[in-house]
């Protein structure tokens, strides 16, 4: 009864689809997930343009100089998510770029992973079983 869903770059994307699709999750966690404003193949509408649907707490890993989704992105998804009021935190990770989290590529940034890590498993704790790691 207490599902959460969490994915990286693509995935991120899908989390956000996921978390505005599917009633059953508790709690989503998208890591830098890309195009979630577009529309892809015959699909009606982006992953953003469903947020009214969002029905879990959602926790957002950024990098701060990330193109995709960007500073920007950011803002435009905080904000609607703020006029719908569904709960969601947002963190930004300072020099972080797309991949942060992947220590086999050129972008991995030990801090901002280790970091985002944590806050993730504390936030699914949270909304999946009711209790903090940290």
């Known amino acids: ?30 890591f830098y997930g890309g195009f979630i404003v577009d529309r892809w193949g015959d ?3 982006s992953p953003f343009e469903l947020s009214h649907q969002l029905n879990c707490p959602m926790m957002f890993h950024f990098g701060a100089i990330d193109a995709n989704p960007s500073p920007q992105d950011m803002e435009t998804f905080d904000k609607e ?5 569904k709960p969601h935190q947002f963190h930004v990770y300072p020099d972080a770029d797309h991949r ?29 079983k009711g209790v903090t790691v940290s």
Request: include cysteine; hydrophobic fraction near 45%; aromatic fraction near 12%.
């Open 1 to 30: 009864e207490r599902i959460g869903v969490t994915g990286f770059c693509m995935g991120g994307r899908v989390t956000w689809l996921a978390a505005v699709s599917n009633p059953h999750f508790k709690a989503a966690v998208p």
């Open 43 to 45: 699909a009606d509408s």
């Open 81 to 85: 998510l703020d006029r719908l009021g």
């Open 100 to 128: 942060f989290m992947d220590h086999t590529f050129g972008n991995y940034q030990q801090a901002a992973a280790e970091l985002s890590w944590t806050r993730t498993l504390d936030f699914l704790s949270r909304h999946l």
